[in-house]
């Protein structure tokens, strides 16, 4: 079946506001988890903190207003449209007000002001846990717009969890490379040795955050394919599968790449008679490779929120033939 | 540049093997009366129960008659399930007709039949 205009435009508006929303959170994720351990309290480090917070601001703001594009287009799609258009008031009020989505979108619009606030002012900023929490609400409380928040029963609970820690772990990988790369280029910018210096700490404590939060992808990813898929034969035969084995595909991709990085190129930045700048130029356009299928990843979940689960094809699977 | 060639080679890739996209949506799974079905009286309402939580505030369901009048009060919405009061009427074929939203914000719309009679 072929989707029309404004299934398409919902599906890249949803995956881009996912990938903003995720770079918001993993840009201070990157500060608070990331700078901060590896790094001791200087100028060097309040200026890329300084840095992060401008990077979520900026990401922050691409999703607020991709998330409004969102909520009218999906007006216009309960009004009956195939048109990315206007939708009309008497659709659009109660879609805002009457409805878990639009009780949501007011919720997440308050932690985006606030989210604002915090990287703005001066005194919040000396507390960035504020931000930090902020962000991650705004995030994961997409959770309870998907499939995941309108499922009933005893494992309900369970895969509305799951999808929250999923969307949290992609965002603290993904949504960090951005802020990596800036940090391995710096001293391409600054020509200042002390820039170099740091950035060993940093890839070594990226990898350490990073690996539990595979983990936790794999994890959550598995919990919520039991719960959307439900049998392994439905991958192949549904559109809804089938986008999960393409969004597989890029998970394992970008896996190869992070392991690659890892264990081959992030050891040299060690090795006292390698080229570190060389390294950390490989290092970051590995990153960047890795932030592309990661964006792609964010396209491709954006497209699975308008299918059909494929679950809801496992009675017809199992149907005496 | 590499890097621009890799990520257009990914997004061809997405594009070419990606299904195309259909809409998702609640599917009724089961109705009382059933669908199709044929009970000895009419009902005192009718409840169809969906895959899936509903939004009341996008929720129609209208049922007729055999002589074709409106048949059905003000539908309630309760998680999944929908409870729709029926007024009298006689034997014969009843139309149901619903179009719903689920919490997720996918619209679907159906219809069947019962009949009340011998």
Same mark, same amino acid.
């Given at each position: 079946?072929?989707?029309d205009?404004l ?8 995956g881009?506001?996912?990938a903003t929303?995720?770079?918001a ?6 500060d608070?988890?990331? &700078?901060r351990s ?21 990401w &922050? ?9 969102w909520l ?10 195939t048109?990315?258009v @206007? +939708? #009309?008031?008497?659709?659009?009020? #109660? ?7 639009g009780?949501? *979108?007011?919720i997440?619009?308050? /932690?985006?002001?606030f989210?604002?606030?915090?990287l703005?002012n ?11 929490? &902020?962000?991650? %609400?705004f995030l ?5 717009t998907?499939? %995941? $928040? ?5 494992y309900?609970?369970?895969h ?9 772990s992609?965002a603290?990988w993904?949504?960090g490379?951005? +802020?990596l790369?800036l940090v391995l280029l710096? !001293? ?9 210096a ?12 990073? /690996?539990p ?6 994890? !959550?990813?598995?919990?919520?394919a ?11 035969v549904?559109?809804h599968g ?14 190869? @790449?992070?392991?690659l990085?890892r264990?081959?190129?992030?050891p040299?930045?060690?090795? +006292?008679? *390698? ?17 592309v299928l990661? @964006?792609?990843? =964010? /396209?491709?979940?954006? *497209?699975m ?16 033939t | 540049m590499?890097?621009?060639r ?5 997004a ?8 195309s996209?259909?809409r ?8 009382e ?10 009902? *005192?309402?009718?409840? &169809?129960v969906?895959?899936? %939580? ?11 008659? +055999? ?5 059905g009060?003000?539908?309630?919405v309760?998680?999944?399930?929908i409870?729709?009061?029926?007024k $009298?009427? $006689?034997?014969?074929? =009843? ?6 939203l ?7 719309? $159906?219809? =069947?039949?019962f009949?009340?009679?011998?």
């Amino acid at each position: 079946m072929e989707a029309d205009a404004l299934t398409w435009t919902l599906a890249v508006i949803r995956g881009v506001h996912l990938a903003t929303a995720s770079g918001a959170f993993g840009a201070l994720a990157f500060d608070s988890l990331i &700078l901060r351990s590896a790094v001791k309290a200087s100028l060097r480090r309040d200026a890329i903190s300084a840095q992060c917070r401008r990077l979520a601001l900026f990401w &922050l703001v691409f999703a607020v207003l991709t998330g409004a594009a969102w909520l009218v287009l999906l007006a216009a799609q309960i009004a009956g449209s195939t048109e990315p258009v @206007l +939708p #009309p008031r008497e659709t659009l009020l #109660p879609l805002i007000f009457d409805t878990r989505f639009g009780g949501i *979108a007011l919720i997440r619009l308050i /932690l985006a002001l606030f989210l604002a606030v915090a990287l703005l002012n001066a005194k919040l900023q000396r507390l960035p846990a504020i931000a930090f929490v &902020l962000a991650l %609400a705004f995030l994961v409380a997409i959770a309870w717009t998907g499939h %995941a $928040g309108s499922g009933e029963g005893e494992y309900a609970d369970a895969h509305l969890f799951a999808d929250a820690v999923h969307a949290a772990s992609a965002a603290i990988w993904v949504g960090g490379l951005l +802020p990596l790369m800036l940090v391995l280029l710096r !001293s391409r910018r600054t020509r200042d040795a002390a820039d170099a210096a740091i950035a060993p700490g940093i890839v070594l404590r990226f990898s350490d955050i990073a /690996l539990p939060c595979v983990v936790l992808l794999l994890g !959550s990813g598995l919990v919520n394919a039991w719960m959307l898929v439900g049998d392994p034969r439905l991958l192949l035969v549904t559109e809804h599968g089938r986008a999960l084995l393409v969004k597989a595909g890029l998970f394992a991709a970008m896996l190869m @790449l992070a392991a690659l990085n890892r264990f081959i190129v992030a050891p040299q930045l060690l090795r +006292p008679r *390698a080229d570190h700048a060389s390294a950390r130029m490989a290092l970051a356009r590995s990153a960047a490779l890795e932030l592309v299928l990661g @964006l792609c990843i =964010y /396209l491709v979940v954006g *497209a699975m929120g308008q299918m059909h689960p494929a679950i809801h094809f496992l009675e017809q699977l199992l149907a005496p033939t | 540049m590499m890097i621009v060639r890799k990520a257009a080679l990914v997004a061809a890739t997405i594009v070419l093997i990606a299904p195309s996209l259909a809409r998702a949506h609640a599917m009724l799974e089961r109705a009382e009366p059933r669908v199709g079905s044929t009970v000895p009286s009419a009902p *005192a309402q009718i409840r &169809l129960v969906f895959s899936q %939580a509903l939004e009341g505030a996008f929720t129609m369901v209208g049922v007729t008659d +055999p002589a074709g009048r409106p048949a059905g009060g003000k539908a309630r919405v309760s998680g999944s399930e929908i409870v729709v009061p029926l007024k $009298g009427g $006689g034997p014969g074929v =009843y139309r149901v007709k619903w179009k719903v939203l689920s919490k997720d914000t996918h619209a679907t719309e $159906g219809n =069947y039949s019962f009949t009340v009679g011998p």
